[in-house]
Each structure stands twice: as C-alpha cells, then as structure tokens.
C-alpha cells in the first residue's frame, strides 16, 4: 500500500462511520487491498511489537494516520463484547439522534372461524409512532508523553480494549434503562414487573417456570436474562440450573414433553439491574439498536500538558419493539397483587365445533 493512501483510507472510515456504519480497518484492507492490518503493517514497515506509539505518530509521512485507526481497532474489541448485542432483534442505521419508531396495537385480531360465503370478520391493528431520542456516549483518556515514548502499539493496544469495554458498559447501562422502563418519558412501554411466591427465599424455579409458561402462551421465548447482582446468584445457585439432566435413568418410558421452557438461557449480570430483578428476555421481540453515529476515535496533542488525549464516542441508542418482549422478576415483591398484566393475557379464540 502507497504512504499516499494511508490518510485517504482513514478519512473514508471516518465518513463512513458517521453514517452510522461500523466500518473497520480489517473490513477496507480485505475488500480494497486483499490484505490484513498485520500484512499491511509488514509492508510498510512497522512492527507493532516493537516500534512505540511515539515512533509512528513522528513519521514524516502519512503512516501516522495509521494510530487512530490501531488504536480504534483495540477499542472495538472491548467495546462489540457487550452483552446488549444479544438481546438486539433488529440493529438500524439513522441519518439523526431523534428518531420516529413504529408501534403497533392489537385489539381483536385474531382467527374466527367463518362458513362459506360469509363474510370475515375483520380486527383492528392500529399504528402509532413514538419519538426515540439517541444520545452521544463517550469516554476519553490522556495519555503522558513518557506513556506515548516508551509503549508499543502491541501494549498500548491492551490498554485501548479495556477502553472500548468501559464504553460498552455504558451502552449496557442504557439497554438495561429502556429494558426496564421502556423508550418513552412516560413509562408507557415499561416492562412489566412479576412477583414470586415467597419473597423469603426470593426467587425460585417455580416463578421462573410461571414466566416461561406465559410467555410461550403469548408467543414469547424468554431465551435471555439480565440479572442484578443478587438475582443472579439466585438464581445460579438453584438446584434445578445445577443439575446436568432432568431425566430420570430408571423410567422405563421417557415422555418427552413440548415445553415451553428453553432448552437453554444465557444470563447476563449487570450493576444497572434493579436490585433482586432478573429482566426475562425474547431477543426477537425486545429491543432496536438504532445508530446515528458509529465508533469513532479522535486524538489531539495539548502541548502545554505534554498529554495525548483521545476520545472514543458513539452516537445510539435503544427502541422497545414489543412490550411483552421481556418482564422483570422481582424477588423482593409477591405474586399476590404483581402478577401479569392484562396485555399479557393469552387470547383466547372462540370456537364452536358443531
């Protein structure tokens, strides 16, 4: 690759990240250059294990532009290790930070039976739209001189992903907010929150199965949980999550039955949960990641503190698609008087066979 065309590379990511697209480094390399960062670091002459940031960033041609884009790559691999990219069903790019979102109601509609000739009777699904606003996440770091001088790009590089998990954490915080309460200021898209049987022990089996049975009732999988730190440990630690099989060996006839229940759930921990909530999760049905502005990292000398200071930012955010698309078990409140609310309630169809 010509030195000439490092800059006009980075510029190119640059605008395409603005758009909203996760454009990377690996991604321009294979598709205009059939090549590897590590191949193109060969090729032009720096080794990533040796040479210092200092070194690159002084080179009197346009190699330097390569450090923010090493550096954002570093980034990246802390930051696409959140765990909100899980509970994701659908990851948008938009031209702004607010954005208008689709919501649909149900009333009744739903199958009838109808005899030849007659006419269908039609339910209503009627349209909204709501107003989603995204917000610019960012987080910045300043590095000495002395740091600049005397770290490889290799070490720096391990520095810069424990960057990019820092900001992921943010973006983790905002999916637990509008898993919680929803995308609007008035709660109306908030999740429901279910009690247990006992608040003593707090959560158990039982009250995870209540969830489980309603949601394959309404549609739902609840495949994912996002748990605060004490819901979490609850839930590890029942014996029912512990044990290896449920069958037993001595049945002569195993009934294999249909359930409803997950043949598996990831749970996901996090600080942001309510304390002894697990938010219960159908990743095809709960959240939007909508993105105005994809990662992006910027560095600029400030001379008189003899720092290099960079900051990674991303402009995004999260839409409810669903409202039943998740519910929170709280283990600190009882079923009595917190059960499901009415938009989770099965339809049933009316049907008269004779």
């Known amino acids: 690759m010509a030195f000439a065309k490092i800059r006009e590379m980075h510029e190119k990511l640059g605008a395409l990240r603005r758009q909203g697209y996760d454009a990377t480094l690996a991604s321009i390399l294979e598709d205009e250059y059939n090549q590897t960062p590590q191949e193109m670091l060969r090729e032009l002459s720096i080794n990533p294990r040796k040479h210092s940031v200092d070194f690159v960033l002084n080179l009197a041609d346009d190699r330097k532009w390569l450090v923010p884009e090493v550096f954002r790559s570093a980034i990246r691999e802390g930051f696409v290790r959140a765990w909100y990219r899980e509970v994701v069903a659908a990851d948008e790019r938009v031209a702004q930070p607010s954005v208008v979102v689709p919501s649909f109601e149900y009333s009744d509609a739903e199958p009838k039976t109808t005899a030849e000739g007659e006419s269908v009777p039609v339910g209503s699904v009627s349209y909204k739209d709501k107003t989603v606003r995204l917000h610019k996440h960012t987080i910045g770091l300043d590095i000495s001189y002395e740091a600049i001088k005397y770290t490889s790009l290799d070490l720096a590089a391990v520095f810069f992903e424990d960057f990019g998990s820092r900001l992921a954490g943010r973006l983790n915080a905002y999916a637990v907010s509008v898993l919680e309460n929803g995308d609007q200021s008035d709660l109306s898209h908030s999740a429901a929150v279910i009690g247990v049987n006992d608040t003593t022990p707090g959560i158990t089996y039982a009250d995870e199965l209540r969830l489980f049975i309603r949601g394959a009732m309404i549609g739902r999988r609840f495949s994912k949980i996002v748990a ?96 039943d698309g998740r519910v929170a078990l709280d283990g600190s409140i009882a079923y009595a008087g917190n059960g499901f609310p009415a938009y989770m309630t099965p339809v049933k169809s009316t049907f008269n066979q004779f």
């Not at 590890?236 to 409803?260: F, I, Q």
């Not at 502005?293 to 001379?303: D, G, M, R």
């Open 228 to 323: 605060s730190e004490e819901a979490a440990n609850v839930i590890l630690n029942l014996a029912e999550h512990r044990r290896k099989t449920t069958r037993d060996a001595a049945a002569e006839l195993p009934l294999n039955v249909k359930t409803p229940v997950p043949e598996e759930a990831d749970l996901y921990a996090d600080a942001h949960v309510t304390a002894n909530r697990a938010i219960f999760v159908d990743p095809a049905r709960a959240l939007a990641l909508l993105t105005a502005s994809a990662l992006e990292v910027e560095s600029q000398k400030i001379i008189e503190k003899q720092i290099e200071k960079s900051v990674a930012s991303v402009t995004a955010g999260f839409a409810s698609l669903v409202r």
